[in-house]
């Protein structure tokens, strides 16, 4: 099937930066769009950033300006570059593919593991 794959989390300083990327192995037939959601302790899962299959981009207006989604179609690849990360970036964040497996197939999510991103103050 398909496995959805996250990394590049860590600990930061605000201010800092950090990049996370993610990766879908497995065959899907296509890749409707790809995303980055977050979940931070007590709260519910939220939007951060999403790109479609043709590049058009959809920002939280939490974190418009201070980070940027892109793809690589070609590899199944989708990354994160956070800049100028506050505290209240903190939060597991979960890479997200939505696609179909084959032709005949319904649209379905597929979700990473998630990485912590942690943002000290």
């Known amino acids: 099937q398909v496995q959805v794959v996250e990394s590049g989390g860590g600990l930061v300083q605000a201010g800092g930066s950090l990049r996370l990327s993610c990766a879908a192995s497995?065959?899907?037939?296509?890749?409707?769009?790809m995303g980055w959601y977050r979940q931070a302790p007590g709260k519910q899962r939220e939007l951060v950033a999403t790109?479609?299959?043709?590049?058009?981009?959809n920002y939280a207006d939490s974190v418009k300006g201070r980070f940027t989604i892109a793809r690589d179609g070609a590899k199944n690849t989708v990354s994160l570059s956070m800049n100028s990360l506050k505290p209240e970036d903190t939060a597991v964040y979960y890479c997200n593919f939505q696609g179909q497996l084959t032709y005949f197939s319904r649209v379905s999510d597929y979700w990473g593991q998630g990485t912590q991103v942690t943002v000290s103050s």
């Open positions: 790109i479609t299959s043709i590049g058009i981009t």
């Open positions: 497995g065959s899907l037939f296509r890749i409707n769009a």
